[in-house]
């Protein structure tokens, strides 16, 4: 009887734990490009002056939605070729496993972060 308590009590931690632990596609290549479109369609960069080695792509936040969708809220920090501006963005989009650009991208412009 025992090894039936044990038996369920591991089933249902294995099982409920990874039905509801999804995480999102990795699809910071989509915001990524978008908000660099965003910026140079609003005059503040060209993409050719942007250091896309340098870039960095942090996943804030993520919520799964229905019928395998996320949402998903990136930072991204570009750095200019001379390494003297930075332009910093947030921004906001829906993916999943089969399509990054589930919608389009929100970018939010950081004008001054504050410490």
Not at 89 to 105: A, G, L, N
Request: net charge negative; glycine share 2%.
């Amino acid at each position: 009887m025992k090894y039936l308590y044990l038996f369920l009590i591991s089933y249902f931690f294995v099982f409920t734990d990874f039905s509801y632990a999804q995480s999102p596609p990795a699809c910071e290549h989509w915001p990524k490009t978008m908000a660099l479109m965003s910026l140079k369609n609003a005059g503040i960069t060209d993409p050719s002056h942007v250091n896309e080695v340098a870039t960095k792509v942090a996943l804030l936040a993520y919520q799964a939605l229905p019928n395998g969708i996320f949402k998903e809220i990136y930072d991204i920090t570009y750095f200019s070729n001379d390494g003297k501006h930075v332009f910093e963005v947030i921004t906001s989009s829906e993916s999943s496993y089969e399509e990054c650009s589930m919608s389009d991208v929100t970018t939010f412009l950081i004008s001054k972060r504050l410490e």
